[in-house]
């Protein structure tokens, strides 16, 4: 984007004092968001939210220090958008993992300065020539996100063509934790569950979730709110739900980690995906003109742990 677009853009959505677009790493556009409740950057590349600090708290979000930011791959932290698909294409794994949208670069659509000073950053995606060859569908994407010391982040999925279709999706959401012995997940408790790493086999989730080795659940029919409970920074992140049936627990531990080059070596010790989705058997299909809504709502809560 050129200095001319850049500023046009900030003219348009800029709001002062509490949003602005700019340069961001590798030269993708991103959203400076800061209000007195907090802040968040969110680049146009892929939809893709960053980060997210709620005020006077340590990032929420975590984000890999060898993360690519470059067009036409993902970026390894933050909060990834997988749409149209969660995971590898049902039918043909030489189609990109986790769908087309987090590789494209999206459009703004709206910014909105809230009341009580929080700030509103809408945006969009449709189908093109482009999309078309790897999805056979129209759509328009949206993710309209507000950030206060609460990060609330709704994709929004219409059907803009003449025929149905089925997809799944995901906020891919990757946290920032003190390590994995110092947390605990809690929500998913006698949930069933699909085991990626023990071949897809189905289980059921008894008591919390602790990370002990690679983690990679895909838990289905289920609307809970999550929490990750970490002693060793004496926090608890809420993760609430709604439009979404599936939620994803993933840490790639040591070997998988190894194995990435856009992630650290060491870093999976500091990082665990909560991630909410409609996946596997808990996909949707949208009529022509129909709408879905994703929605999480990511807060830090007081710690009064006695984990
Ligand atoms: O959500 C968990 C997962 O499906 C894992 O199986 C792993 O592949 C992870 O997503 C990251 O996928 P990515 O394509 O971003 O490397």
Redesign the pocket.
Known sequence: MTANELEKLNDEYGIREQLVFTDGPGGLITAEISNPHGEATIALHGGHILSFRPSGQEPVLWLSRNSHFTPGK?I?GGI?VCWPW??DHPTDTDKP??GFVRTAVWSVSESEKLADERTRLKLSIADSDETLKLWPHRFRLELDCTVSDVLTTKLIATNTGSKPFTCGG?L?SYFNISAVPNILIKGLEGCAYKD?VDQYRRKVQDGPVSIKRET?RIYLDTEADCIIEDRGMQRKIGISKNGSRTT?V?N?WIDKAQK?ADFGDDEYNGMV?V?TANADTDVITLAPGGTHILESVIRVEPWAGNV
Do not use: L, S, T
């Open positions: 993902a390894r990834p969660f995971g993992a986790h995901a891919h990626k990679d994803v993933w790639p990435m995906c991630e």
